[in-house]
């Protein structure tokens, strides 16, 4: 048994020897692409999102616990809106944001290197007035309907860093209303300009927020305060490529309460979720998926599905997203948690091609494997060639040739190869018992 045990040692010992060079090879070679690709994620990742009580604020709470299931922690960000965050992901303060249509400078952002994740949901100009403007401008009951009717009167605009101001920059000088006084702008924060509008402080204050915001939300119930309806919508979707025509239907806020009581039409510009092209490509993934989950059912303007898409993004979309919005999840990202699925995805192109390098390196290890084994064999031939030579030669004395030759072949008694070399081994014996042979005969 001890001898049998012994074999299989030696028999593993010379396999290891003899694959090991290969194995090097490729083990080496698949360190340097590891840390050349590096398929593995940082740990954190800092997203920008926007003011206290925004939809982006609430939105971007979703998105730190969708990626805490895969071990990964989200830092958020609070910031005024979407100029701010496209300056953050600019300078490279932040690696995801949200970001509005018509804020990016799609030229200068797509050569910064500013990606797409995808379009993730309408965010429409919500224009709520004081309703008691309805009898002065109308002088009669009925929705405010154009942005004329808002001449003389106190509107706030939201900071500058959200983009608000620019874009209600840009609808106010078609409607000929950015001459000085046409319209008396303020800038305050979305909460403090609610405050003011229930106050009346101000007429009236622009949002740009999905309907999930919590300030929408109570806005739309407040029986004081109305909401404009755009006519006509198409004209400035025919203008300003970055705005939809979206319709808030008739009771869906609250079919008990019947709010909105009529189809309000909107403007909307489509949020997108952007990232730098130096963010790492699996937290890409990570955040296209989450977007795929949280933004994928119907809502007040969209039906199930329609978000994310790739169609309305204005920045180019990256591949990640793509592959997520557009295709389908690939088998690892089926079968394996986050951290398999992402090594294998990023890593079988290497893993294959060592796999195609492995077939020519792999035809050397049955010669390497035999020289082992035979070395133990042959070792040993060339003290029996130096006894030889002594015999030849009658170098030496009978008893301390045959004392060496002896104590030769206890030695190769001892030697253990697998049965397929044992003709090697009784080779040597008989070779050895030819010398003692020759070396009787030649003192006889």
Known sequence: MPKIIKLVALSIRDLFISIGPPLLIVAVLLILAYRWIDPQPPKTVTMAT??????????????????KAN??????????GSLNNLELLRKGEADVAFVRGG????????????????????????????????????????????????KGLRVNVD?????????????????????EGAVVLSHLE???????????????????SAPQSPLVKRLLR????????????EAYVRRFDFLSEVTLPHGVVDLAADLPPRDVALLATTTSLLSREQTHPALRQLFAQAAQSLH??????????????????????????????????????????????????????????????????????PPVYRFQVRRRVFRWYGQLREIEQRVDTRNGELKAL??????????????????????????????????????LATWA
């Open 71 to 80: 071990g990964i922690e989200v830092v958020l960000k609070p910031t005024d």
């Open 222 to 233: 407040l029986p004081d305060i109305a909401l404009m309806d755009f006519d006509p919508g």
């Open 296 to 365: 994928s059912r119907g809502g007040y303007f969209n039906r199930a599905r329609d978000f994310p898409n790739t169609r309305t993004s204005e920045l180019p979309v990256s591949a990640e997203g793509d592959r997520v919005i557009n295709g389908r999840p690939s088998f690892w990202q089926r079968y394996l948690p986050f951290w398999a699925s992402n090594l294998m995805e990023r890593m079988w192109l290497v893993i294959g091609g060592l796999v195609v390098l492995m077939l020519p390196l792999s035809r050397i290890i």
């Open 159 to 179: 900071k500058p860093g959200s983009g608000v101001p620019a874009i209600m920059g840009r609808l106010l000088r078609v409607n000929r209303l950015d001459a």
């Open 103 to 150: 804020s990016a400078d799609v030229a200068a952002d797509e050569e910064a290197g500013l990606l797409s994740l995808g379009a993730l949901f309408y965010e429409p100009l919500w224009v709520f007035y004081r309703a008691e403007l309805e009898h002065k401008i109308n002088h009669r009951s009925g929705p405010l309907t154009r942005l004329t009717q808002l």
């Open 50 to 67: 926007g003011p206290a009580g925004s939809a982006y604020a609430e939105f971007g709470k979703r998105y730190a616990a969708a990626l």
């Open 190 to 208: 979305p909460e403090p300009a609610t405050a003011a509008l229930e106050a009346g402080l101000v007429d009236a204050i622009v949002l740009a």
């Open 402 to 439: 045959l004392h060496e030759l002896d104590e030769l072949e206890r030695t190769v008694d001892g030697i253990t190869v697998p049965l397929s070399y044992t003709d090697e081994l009784y080779a040597l014996r008989s070779n050895i018992q030819s010398v003692r042979e020759r070396l």
